[in-house]
């Protein structure tokens, strides 16, 4: 008999999809997923530890499973992702009745310790790194089966881990340093993916722009951008999360030549002041920032561009934060995912002097989310009345009368839901209307074939995102 699967996703796309690997994984266990708790055999908490929130959330969560687990003493709880790898056995140590434990690299562990999960605590954690010891570990955790979220899009792991090391930042302590796949392997499961109906891929690392780079061969993400877009099937490429200094004109190259990939980018700043980004490791300047914004709206008139921005940085004065709302003013970014400073274990910047208080980084990220708001829902005006390209997702969570789609720019469109659409259709709109978080479409007509790219990147209507 089939046994019930609730995975509680945090964090990252990184983490969506290694969720849709441990669902994957637990598949060939007779595990199918569950909307309900309630109704669960097994709970996984697939952690995020990049703040501070999100930690405690995994504990407060942990709480309430040990009321669930003691009215259901059948019930497993799993613990994975970013807090399974930095905490271990930490883990089962705070919270006994925690059954199995996994970190980033061990998601093909669950079904051994599934099997040994009555012995010492120790033997229900596996979080030993693997992805460096040889190539064969490597093929082993990139060919985990995957039990995918959407029938459309999907995600595509193209590199894990991080070499940056940003003062602020756990992930290369949780993922560990930069581990990029086989081009081959990568261009295997996309053609796979073609052929099962998807359309979309996203190509997913913490550092896309780095890929390849460990690997010792002449790769890189502009070369895989080419090959991708020769797969039959695949419409549409998009790539996060990209890094200021490694974003290349050989990459601006390719975004504005290649048809399929999609005129959006995520170029996180963090900052706009340049004493900030030089303790936070960034390694760039805001003016080496703009210069690769210039160049690539230059190349690409229409493209969509949003950013990540941290408040209350150690050390951040009043003139550093104005020049981050400066820096929002002159680029405006389409859509801005903005945090409070939270001190992460194991980051230089815990240690810093300048620890900026609660209220100070609280009302800084207000500031930076009101500012925002008012540049996204001025940009998002600005689209009432032109055309857009948009690939039909599915049904409107809110409102079933209505359809929702994302423009190639990431921006999402509702349509009403009529006789005849469905997933995967690509159809061309009208904006009549516009939120701060979407945007309201009417039918212009069903477009399939796709318009020529030429046509698409025109800088009149039809416009690309
Ligand atoms: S680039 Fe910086 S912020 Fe991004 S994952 Fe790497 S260390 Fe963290």
């Not at 051994?112 to 693997?130: A, F, I, P």
């Amino acid at each position: 008999m089939s046994k019930n699967l609730f995975i509680k996703t945090f964090g990252c796309q990184m983490n969506e999809h290694d969720t849709e690997k441990i669902a994957g994984v637990l598949s060939s266990l007779g595990y199918s997923r569950t909307d309900s708790p309630d109704m669960a055999d097994m709970i996984i908490l697939n952690t995020c530890s990049v703040r501070d929130k999100a930690e405690h959330k995994c504990y407060s969560d942990l709480g309430r499973l040990e009321e669930l687990k003691k009215k259901n003493p059948g019930l497993l709880i799993g613990v994975g992702g970013c807090v399974a790898q930095q905490e271990g056995k930490r883990i089962v140590e705070k919270a006994p009745y925690v059954d199995l434990v996994f970190g980033t690299d061990n998601i093909g562990d669950i079904p051994g310790l599934l099997e040994k999960r009555n012995w010492k605590s120790k033997d229900r954690v596996s979080t030993e790194r693997r992805r460096r010891k040889s190539l064969m570990n490597r093929e082993e955790i990139t060919s985990l089966p995957i039990m995918r979220d959407h029938p459309l899009k999907a995600l595509v792991n193209i590199v894990d881990g991080c070499d940056k090391f940003c003062t602020f930042c756990v992930v290369p302590h949780t993922r560990g340093r930069e581990k990029s796949r086989e081009p081959e392997d990568i261009l295997k499961e996309i053609k796979g993916l073609a052929s099962s109906g998807y359309k979309e891929v996203t190509l997913l690392g913490q550092n896309v722009d780095s890929y390849g780079k460990d690997l010792q061969k002449d790769v890189d993400l502009s070369g895989l951008l080419y090959r991708i877009n020769k797969i039959t099937g695949i419409e549409r490429i998009r790539f996060v999360t990209s890094h200021p200094a490694d974003f290349s004109d050989k990459l601006i190259e390719a975004m504005a030549s290649l048809p399929k990939v999609c005129e959006h980018l995520h170029l996180p700043l963090q900052s706009g002041s340049d004493s900030v980004l030089e303790r936070m490791n960034r390694n760039y300047t805001y003016s080496e920032y703009t210069d690769k914004i210039n160049k690539l709206r230059e190349a690409i008139p229409d493209i969509a561009v949003t950013t990540d921005i941290i408040t209350g940085f150690p050390g951040e004065s009043d003139e550093d934060f104005s020049r981050t709302l400066t820096a929002l003013e002159e680029i405006r970014y389409d859509g801005v995912f903005t945090f409070r400073y939270s001190r992460r274990p194991y980051t230089p910047a815990r240690q810093y002097d300048g620890q900026i208080p609660l209220e100070v980084s609280k009302e800084r990220l207000n500031k930076v989310i009101e500012l925002q708001n008012s540049i996204t829902i001025a940009k998002n005006q600005e689209c009432i009345g032109r055309e857009f390209e948009i690939l039909i997702e599915g049904e409107s969570k809110k409102d079933k009368k209505r359809l929702t789609g994302r423009t190639r720019g990431n921006k999402i469109v509702h349509i009403p839901n009529e006789n005849g659409i469905s997933i995967g259709d690509k159809l061309r709109v009208r904006i009549k209307s516009a939120t701060l978080a979407s945007l309201i479409g009417e039918i212009v007509y069903r477009e399939n074939p796709p318009l020529p790219v030429a046509m698409l990147r025109s800088n009149g209507n039809p416009a690309p995102f």
